[in-house]
């Protein structure tokens, strides 16, 4: 486990939650009082970064206005108690200059790059796409490597040559693949977050800087504990707050998508007055909702 003296370095914070889009009742607009409300919740249990726009915000089914409309309303709720990171990957590089200018203009911390999806362009298009949008602000770049989505994983050589642009900074990790971490933690400044919530406690004790959560925005509390303990080495507290949130990363991750399952469990929770989502999502059933429930409730969580 990582000592208290030994810390990893932090670039964009600790504890991140993946934030949900609240949405209008009927689906057609982003519900930006309640996405207020939503990142205010997030910050005060134990949040201290917060992402937008990313595959949990529903970003495919956003219109660049709504994105930006969101992400000021964020800003402007917890900018100052929180870091404030956009996700602005898309499978287009021109778009996700153009993404990445217009948040840097709002003065978003940091942008999340996800490896451009469907097209699974080649290791060499990857390095091309991700130090353009890079290179297109002063900020922070936080690289999101999950080809179960993207159909197309960060090799090691693209890790080592995107490490040496100094504006990126981060690799949110959700291809478990330890080993290759390990590596390039021990070859590069670059510095991991998990991007997995099953295995948050694994990529810690390795020295990963911290975790971007779905689970985060419904047991931000449990994970920053999580946190805390393994920063000062306490692997039985570590694994006391793993634990109890094992049934509930299983309800949330595995049972249906997890944006569907973080907008149940928010609104079980009573800090979304519903949960909307947008196509080609459909809302929990009643099955799921009580399975949800359940979990959320044997957790101490409603």
Do not use: C
């Not at 469907?118 to 298009?125: E, N």
């Amino acid at each position: 486990m990582t000592s208290t003296d030994q810390r990893p370095a932090r670039p964009f914070g600790a504890v991140g939650t993946a934030m949900v889009t609240p949405l209008t009742e009927d689906g057609h607009g982003v519900d930006l009082d309640a996405a207020q409300r939503l990142a205010a919740h997030v910050v005060e249990h134990g949040n201290d970064m917060i992402v937008v726009s990313g595959t949990t915000g529903e970003a495919p089914t956003l219109t660049d206005v709504e994105k930006l409309a969101l992400t000021r309303a964020v800003l402007d709720a917890v900018g100052s108690e929180a870091t404030v990171v956009a996700g602005v990957g898309t499978y287009d590089t021109a778009h996700s200059i153009d993404l990445a200018r217009e948040h840097a203009e709002l003065g978003v911390d940091g942008l999340l790059v996800v490896t451009p999806y469907y097209s699974k362009p080649s290791q060499a298009g990857v390095v091309a796409h991700t130090t353009a949008v890079a290179d297109a602000t002063e900020l922070p770049v936080m690289l999101y490597d999950i080809p179960g989505r993207t159909g197309t994983p960060l090799s090691t050589e693209t890790l080592l040559r995107l490490g040496e642009n100094p504006r990126i900074r981060a690799v949110k990790d959700a291809k478990a693949d330890l080993q290759q971490a390990s590596l390039i933690m021990a070859q590069t400044d670059l510095v991991y977050y998990s991007g997995e919530d099953g295995l948050n406690l694994p990529w810690l004790s390795i020295g990963a800087s911290g975790l971007v959560s779905v689970v985060g925005q419904v047991a931000g509390d449990l994970e920053k504990l999580m946190v805390e303990a393994t920063d000062r080495s306490d692997l039985p507290a570590a694994l006391e707050a793993h634990r109890q949130l094992a049934p509930v990363v299983e309800a949330i991750m595995s049972r249906m998508p997890g944006a569907v399952a973080a907008k149940a469990a928010l609104h079980l929770q009573g800090v979304l007055p519903h949960a909307v989502m947008r196509g080609p999502h459909v809302p929990a059933d009643a099955d799921q909702l009580r399975m949800l429930s359940a979990a959320l409730d044997a957790a101490g969580l409603l």
